[in-house]
């Protein structure tokens, strides 16, 4: 084969070819799709991609650039990127650069002109499955491909938040009276970005920081963040959100701190077949009966039959599959969300969630 190719590997052994762009190489992880029509500049720095080739379903991506405002960290986070479409000129006022230039900077393989209708199609029948993506390739390594892709380790045995937390503390100055910790498992910026624009100042703390530690800070508030891979692998958050509970603080989950803190309540995860990411997930608040679209990243929920007993409740359900989307105490001002209210670019209908939490602050 032409040295032109690039090649997905799938551990069921399925060969996708298609035309590189962007880095160099190869890489490993898990694929999953996204069916968001815009928001690429954000998924691809979200830090719950870690250890996952995405693909978006929609068919042309590019098409507006690269602009760093866009950013929900300071790096592309996905091991690879698989389009149908690139666009080799964007049309957007902010742009600063191509897709093909952003992930060439960041040494990211990507893969386009590939069937993603027929990825998409068997992840959803087959569920997600590890894979390996080279650019480009020749056809003679694919037997060798083919051998090394099915021993692939599933997400379920890595930490890949120690890989994707801030090593050390970060302090957010909003000028404002309230200052919250925040427990950083992958943290989208735009959750700091929700609290510094309502005049919350945000201590940003490592992943395996103490409650202890935490609660030298004297803060007002608790929040804790998203972030990649299997909830049960993280024992040293599970406790420390535990013990962040015992203090009455007021606390905010969000995407994995709603897996966290169930966890941490006597609470089970249980994986996904194919996931939720997308920028459309309909979810209905019990307590108010609306329904709201939003946004959301991840591979694994909470089963609402293991907090039978404990002192949370469901509180919010994915109407398209019944999946636990929050959680609330029976008691205390303590919460959770599966899905992202600080979405960027949308659905932003879901940022009353930073209002109703900063009323509780103490």
């Known amino acids: 084969m032409s040295l032109d190719r690039g090649v997905l590997v799938l551990k069921d052994g399925t060969c996708v070819e298609g035309i590189p762009f962007g880095g160099v190489g190869e890489s490993c992880g898990e694929v999953v799709f ?20 995405l693909m978006p379903t929609y068919p042309l991506i590019g098409n507006y650039g690269i602009d760093e405002s866009s950013f929900e960290s300071d790096k592309i986070q996905v091991e690879g990127f698989i389009v149908g479409e690139v666009c080799e000129k964007p049309s957007h006022a902010g742009s600063k650069k191509t897709l093909d230039e952003f992930l060439r900077g960041h040494n990211i393989p990507g893969l386009s002109e590939v069937d993603t209708r027929f990825l998409a199609k068997k992840i959803r029948i087959h569920g997600v499955m590890e894979g390996i993506l080279k650019t480009p390739y020749e056809k003679k390594e694919l037997p060798e491909l083919k051998e090394r892709a099915c021993k692939l380790d599933t997400i379920s045995k890595k930490d890949l938040v120690e890989l994707v937390s801030t090593k050390s503390e970060v302090y957010h100055d909003a000028g404002g009276k309230k200052t919250v910790v925040l427990l950083d498992c992958g943290v ?21 920081t103490s409650a202890e530690n935490i609660l030298a800070h004297n803060p007002s508030g ?6 990649p891979g299997d909830p049960e692998r993280l024992d040293y958050a599970v406790s420390t959100v535990k013990k962040l509970a015992d203090s009455q ?10 897996q966290l803190l169930s966890l941490a309540f006597g609470g089970k995860t249980f994986k996904l077949k194919f996931g939720h990411r997308g920028a459309n997930q309909p979810v209905k608040d019990l307590n108010s009966g609306r329904c709201y679209i939003t946004s959301q990243n991840h591979g ?6 293991s907090l039978e007993g404990s002192e949370l409740s469901v509180s919010h359900v994915n109407i ?6 929050g959680v609330r105490h029976e008691s205390l001002p303590i919460w959770s969300v599966q899905y992202h209210p600080e979405a960027h670019p949308g659905p932003w209908e879901n940022y009353y969630l930073f209002d109703e939490f900063i009323k509780e602050l103490k």
């Open 34 to 53: 996204n069916t968001s029509m815009v928001g690429y500049p954000e998924y691809l720095t979200d830090p719950s991609y870690r250890y996952q080739i």
């Open 188 to 208: 989208k910026m735009s959750i700091v970005r929700g609290l510094l624009d309502r005049k919350i100042n945000v201590v940003q703390v490592p992943a395996k």
């Open 222 to 227: 608790i929040v804790v963040s998203n972030g």
């Open 249 to 258: 603080l007021p606390l905010m989950g969000i995407c994995l701190g709603n």
């Open 300 to 305: 694994f929920s909470v089963d609402p039959d």
């Open 320 to 325: 398209n599959d019944g999946t636990v989307e």
